[in-house]
């Protein structure tokens, strides 16, 4: 079992940055894939970032390639998304998951996280 907490989300001005971050419980966690989502009201959850176990591997959407950083720290049971250059369409609230395979499709995902609100005003 894995349990998955966010936090680091916030109200920021277009441009600017956060820094998110997703703590879990449970042992297994270095050995699964992390992934970051985001869901805006009215829109169905849609896929940000990926990380393999290792740390070795990601993938991002295309929208905010470039801008955001997934990395993870699996001595502290942690991954984070660095936001760079938001904008105001990256408002949404941002879950953090956990699969043992690599997946990229939410509805593959075992575990989430609450959720935490981001809002880039312009």
């Known amino acids: 079992q894995v349990q998955l907490v966010e936090s680091g989300g916030g109200l920021v001005q277009a441009g600017g940055s956060l820094r998110l971050s997703c703590a879990a419980s449970g042992r297994i966690f270095s050995t699964y894939t992390m992934g970051w989502f985001r869901q805006a009201p009215g829109k169905e959850r849609e896929f940000v970032a990926a990380i393999r176990w290792s740390g070795r591997s990601t993938y991002y959407a295309d929208s905010v390639k470039g801008r955001f950083t997934i990395s993870r720290d699996n001595a502290n049971y942690t991954v984070y998304l660095q936001m760079n250059s938001l904008k105001p369409e990256d408002t949404a609230v941002y879950y953090c998951?956990?699969?043992?395979?690599?997946?990229?499709?939410?509805?593959?995902?075992?575990?989430w996280g609450q959720g935490t609100q981001v809002t880039v005003s312009s």
């Open positions: 998951a956990a699969v043992s395979t690599w997946r990229l499709n939410p509805s593959s995902y075992d575990y």
